[in-house]
């Protein structure tokens, strides 16, 4: 198996001609035509310590949802993180590949994810690229209402969420959810015309958190934790065609952000 035919599996459920034009989603570093060898190992971020689990694991590609290289480098020596990534992957045989926004637009793909583990039903896309049930975003239901403290907690305890950043609880119960994982401010409009009672996402500014009342809730959940989900989606889809190389979760993949409780 060739490092070309783990990215057409992939693609074959997030064609890359559904990512954004500011992304830089497929294969970053690396040959196609390259012998996959020892395994592939799946995280949300490139980073020196998943780098070096390749290495330790023995595995000559790395899958995340973040393209490590997203605006363009001048030169490699050392001086960033980004760069000090592309240097180690390139000494150590590694192909780095991303699956970012068409991840997000994919049917089935970030999150839908999370819409299920939310236990949302009916869903559908909160705003739809074309007309094949792709695009950014999901607005589905609850079983029955409930009520929004006691959801706040089921998307903490889901999703391993800290904190929760929520804007005034303007709906004593919610049925209907909508959802974006990374960066969803840009949405709030769309979420208001879902009809939802609470919107959660993440990356929400200040003012965002003012712009839902007295509609709905807004909740930002944190990046990270919203995406930790491409790990299992690319599991998923990578375990169902190979099955004579390893597939390794990442264990060193974390969140860049920490809180103080
Ligand atoms: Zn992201």
Redesign the pocket.
């Known amino acids: 198996m060739k490092i070309g035919d783990v990215a057409a599996i992939i693609e074959e459920f997030a064609p890359l001609s559904l990512q954004e034009s500011y992304d830089n989603s497929g294969l970053v570093v690396g040959r196609a035509d390259d012998e996959l060898r020892g395994g592939v190992l799946l995280a949300?971020d490139v980073t020196e310590a998943v780098i070096d689990e390749a290495v330790r694991l023995g595995c000559s590609m790395v899958v995340t949802?973040?393209p490590i290289i997203f605006h363009p480098l001048k030169r490699l020596n050392s001086a960033s993180q980004t760069e000090r990534c592309v240097e180690a992957a390139l000494k150590n045989g590694i192909a780095l590949y991303a699956c970012?926004t068409n991840l997000d637009s994919a049917h089935g793909g970030m999150s839908w994810r999370v819409g299920q583990m939310l236990s949302l039903r009916d869903m559908r896309v909160l705003q739809p690229q074309g007309d094949d049930d792709t695009g950014f975003g999901v607005v589905g239901e609850l079983a029955e209402p409930m009520p929004t403290e006691e959801f706040l907690q089921i998307v903490r305890r889901r999703l391993g969420v800290q904190v929760v950043r929520h804007s005034a609880i303007v709906r004593d119960k919610v049925v209907r959810v909508a959802v974006c994982?990374?960066?969803g401010g840009s949405l709030i409009d769309d979420a208001r015309r879902s009809g939802c009672d609470i919107y959660v996402t993440?990356d929400l500014k200040y003012n965002d958190f003012f712009a839902p009342a007295p509609d709905f809730v807004v909740a930002d959940i944190g990046?990270?934790e919203?995406?930790f989900c491409a790990i299992g989606i690319l599991f998923d889809i990578l375990s169902k065609k190979i099955t004579n190389f390893a597939l390794h979760r990442s264990a060193c993949t974390a969140n860049p952000v920490h809180y103080c409780l």
Do not use: D, I, N
């Open positions: 949300v949802h973040h970012h994982t990374g960066a993440a990046h990270f919203s995406e």
